[in-house]
């Protein structure tokens, strides 16, 4: 209790901590890519959030459907609980992914037509991208109930969350604010550059973040997502034997080695979280701290003095680390969002409602 007390105030001392949930595990393929130089966009000044429930982000707000559509976000998370673990952990990247890209506007989630060919789906190879099915299906329940009203950009931020409730056993629970809009451009190109890559180090990753307001916390505190979902062994082989240049763990290599291994030549997957892969928990600190991590962003975090304290703290005060994660979702849930005088409400989440 007195350490646990301990670890709160040198927390709040380091101003929250909260995590990055999400980034990584898009498993690139071809084993050895050529990082594209980015190019940041001007950093938006999200709200700071304080108390258990924070504040509305950037105009959002906690129960915006409430008169609007009562019951949507009910409608959502019964959507989600019906998945299984491995969709849930594709509702909590798909979140992540649309709101790194372009903002939280739901253009992760847009086909390509013969009017956008190549949209942000199709932007990076082997990007495995899950969950489509269970916001179409939300969508599609919401339209009948309440038709264009809910937004698809709220559909991805509900079900990010509830995946989040449901996979941590219902230990992270918080509100997320909503009233976003559906954005109507959506490119391949655009995917890269803004997407934290598998082999960034700190400074990347924090330009990377810092390129969407957050902060080392907040991407601390995200990275925690990688307590669940799987990843392609071409995103981190070149951290296992023979080539052996990283730190990771070596009984730990030789047996990701082992799984890695396919007499097919296919890249196979393996669980981010080895010990607790289907629970979205502080596991991944120990795993960190312990150097049985896949990624040489996830091994990064003990290499940079201002991420070390943060990725003890939270391997030290599991509910501290659930309350960071809530906040850095809903300030992650704030970037650059559309309001009705640039997006729409889309009538399917695939398609813009007028593609000429
Ligand atoms: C989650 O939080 C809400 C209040 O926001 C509360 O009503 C509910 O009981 C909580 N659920 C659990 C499982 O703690
Ligand atoms: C991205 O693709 C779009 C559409 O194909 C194109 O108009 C734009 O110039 C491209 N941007 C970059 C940076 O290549
Ligand atoms: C890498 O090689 C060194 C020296 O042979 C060895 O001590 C270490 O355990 C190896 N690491 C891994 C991950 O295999
Ligand atoms: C390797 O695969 C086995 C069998 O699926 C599994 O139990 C083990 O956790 C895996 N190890 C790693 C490091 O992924
Ligand atoms: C990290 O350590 C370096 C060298 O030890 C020092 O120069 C730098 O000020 C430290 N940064 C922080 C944020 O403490
Ligand atoms: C697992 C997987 O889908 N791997 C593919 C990644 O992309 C490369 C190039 O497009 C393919 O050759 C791999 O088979």
Same mark, same amino acid.
Request: net charge neutral; with cysteine.
């Given at each position: ?42 950093? &938006?000044?999200? !709200?700071? =959030?304080?108390?258990?429930? /924070?504040?509305?982000? %950037? ?6 459907? @409430? ?125 890269? &550059?803004?997407? !934290?890559? =598998?082999?960034?180090?700190? /400074?990347?990753?924090? %330009? ?6 957050? @902060? ?141």
């Amino acid at each position: 209790m007195a350490a646990k007390l301990a670890v709160f105030t040198v927390l709040a001392l380091l101003g929250s901590v909260s995590c990055q949930a999400g980034y990584g595990g898009y498993g690139y393929g071809g084993g050895n890519p050529t990082p594209p130089t980015p190019t940041y966009p001007p950093a &938006p000044s999200p !709200p700071t =959030p304080t108390g258990p429930s /924070p504040p509305p982000t %950037a105009g959002l707000r906690v129960g915006y459907y @409430d008169d609007k559509c009562p019951g949507a976000e009910g409608i959502v998370r019964e959507a989600v609980r019906g998945a299984n673990d491995g969709i849930k952990a594709g509702l909590v990247r798909l979140f992540f992914h649309d709101c790194f890209v372009r903002g939280c506007d739901a253009s992760v989630l847009l086909q390509p037509t013969d009017a956008n060919p190549q949209p942000e789906m199709l932007g990076i190879p082997n990007l495995s991208l899950r969950g489509f099915g269970v916001i179409d299906a939300a969508k599609t329940t919401l339209e009948a109930t309440c038709p264009g009203v809910v937004s698809c950009a709220d559909i991805v931020a509900f079900a990010g969350r509830d995946a989040s409730y449901f996979l941590s056993g219902y230990a992270i629970n918080f509100t997320m604010p909503a009233g976003r809009y559906d954005g109507t451009v959506s490119l391949a190109n655009e995917t890269l &550059p803004n997407l !934290p890559p =598998p082999f960034a180090d700190v /400074p990347r990753l924090k %330009a990377m973040f810092a390129a969407k307001g957050l @902060d080392a916390v907040d991407m601390v505190a995200l990275s925690g997502a990688h307590s669940i979902g799987r990843s392609h062994c071409s995103s981190f082989s070149d951290r296992l034997p023979p080539s052996n240049t990283s730190d990771m763990d070596p009984a730990f290599a030789a047996e990701l080695q082992a799984n890695c291994t396919s007499p097919t030549g296919a890249d196979n997957t393996v669980a981010q979280d080895y010990k607790t892969p289907d629970q979205l928990d502080s596991q991944y600190y120990m795993n960190v701290i312990n150097h049985k991590v896949l990624f040489k962003s996830d091994a990064a975090l003990l290499k940079s003095n201002e991420t070390i304290p943060l990725v003890y703290a939270a391997a030290l005060s599991p509910k501290l680390w659930k309350y960071k994660f809530g906040q850095a979702m809903v300030k992650m849930g704030g970037v650059e969002v559309k309001t009705a005088a640039n997006g729409e409400i889309r009538k399917m989440c695939g398609f813009v409602n007028k593609p000429y």
